[in-house]
C-alpha cells in the first residue's frame, strides 16, 4: 500500500533522513517511535506528500505520489504535528472547509462535515469558534479534517500529545473507530500507546530505521523488557548535538 524508497531528507547541513526504506502493508496498524528530532515528523510529512524529499520516492498503491498529488491527496488523511487550524472559524465553518480542499462535491460537503461531527464528538460545539476550545477538543478538530475524506490511508503526528488522561482516553477510543479498514501510521512518546494500538514497530533514530518489527517479535527478543526498557537501550542518551 505504501511503499518509501531510498528517502533521504537534508534541511542544509542537517541530515533529517538517511536513505530510508519500508513497506507498509494495507490495513496495517505501524507506530513511529524515536527521540525529540529524531526524523519522525519529516518522514510522516513526506508520506503525507507534503514536503519533498531531496530524494528517494514514496509510492501509493503502485503510484508515485510526487507524480499524483491529488491522487495522494484524496487517499491520505494527514494530522499535522501542530494542526494548521483556521481559529477564527467556527467548527462547522473550518471542516466546511476542509472538506473543500479536499475536492468534496458541493452535495456531498453537508454530509461529509456532519458525519465526521459525530464521529469525533464534535457537534456540541460546533458553532463555536475554533480559539476558544480546549486543547482536546483542537486535537479532535484536527483529526475531524484527517479523515472527512474517508481516506484509506491516515498518518497521524503524535495524535495524543498534551492531553490530559481523560481526553488521550477519548482521542484513542477515536482513534481504535476510525481505524477499522484502514492503513494507519501513527508517531507518539507514550509507549503503552504504541503497545495498544499498533501491531508492528518503526524506530527512527537519526534519520535511520534501527528497528522494523511486529509489536510481539520485539518483545519477545528481550524476554521480561517492557518498550519503554528496550527503547531506551536501542537510544541511549547521546552528546546532545545542535541538530538533535
Ligand atoms: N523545516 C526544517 N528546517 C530545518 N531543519 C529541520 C526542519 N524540520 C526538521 N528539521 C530538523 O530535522 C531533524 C528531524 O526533525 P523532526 O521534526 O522530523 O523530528 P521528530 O522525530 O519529529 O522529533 P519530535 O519527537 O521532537 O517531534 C531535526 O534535526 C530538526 O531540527
Ligand atoms: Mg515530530
Do not use: W
Amino acid at each position: 500500500m505504501i511503499v518509501a524508497q531510498n528517502l533521504t531528507k537534508n534541511f542544509g547541513k542537517v541530515e533529517a533522513l538517511k536513505d530510508i526504506s519500508f513497506e507498509i502493508g494495507r490495513g496495517e496498524i505501524v507506530g513511529f517511535l524515536g527521540k525529540n528530532g529524531a526524523g519522525k515528523t519529516t518522514l510522516m510529512r513526506i508520506l503525507a506528500s507534503y514536503l519533498s524529499p531531496t530524494s528517494g520516492k514514496v509510492l501509493i498503491a503502485g503510484k508515485d505520489i510526487a507524480r499524483h498529488s491529488l491522487f495522494a491527496r484524496r487517499n491520505i488523511g494527514y494530522l499535522p504535528e501542530t494542526p494548521p487550524l483556521y481559529t477564527n472559524m467556527t467548527v462547522r465553518e473550518y471542516l466546511k472547509f476542509a472538506a473543500r480542499l479536499k475536492d468534496i462535491p458541493p452535495a456531498r460537503l453537508r454530509p461529509s462535515v456532519d458525519k465526521v461531527m459525530d464521529d469525533c464528538r464534535l457537534r456540541y460545539v460546533q458553532n463555536r469558534l475554533i480559539a476558544n476550545l480546549s486543547k482536546g477538543y483542537k486535537q479532535r478538530i484536527g483529526i475531524a479534517q484527517a479523515i472527512i475524506n474517508d481516506p484509506e490511508i491516515l498518518i497521524l503526528d503524535e495524535p495524543t500529545s498534551g492531553l490530559d488522561p481523560v481526553q488521550i482516553q477519548q482521542v484513542r477510543k477515536l482513534m481504535k473507530d476510525i481505524e477499522y479498514k484502514r492503513t494507519v501510521l501513527l508517531s507518539t512518546h507514550i509507549l503503552s500507546e504504541i503497545e495498544q494500538t499498533a501491531r508492528r514497530i518503526l524506530i527512527v533514530n537519526r534519520g535511520k530505521i534501527i528497528v522494523d518489527q511486529s509489536v510481539k517479535g520485539l518483545l519477545g527478543q528481550y524476554p521480561g523488557l517492557t518498550l519503554e526498557d528496550i527503547f531506551l537501550e536501542l537510544n541511549p542518551p547521546q552528546a546532545e548535538r545542535a541538530d538533535d
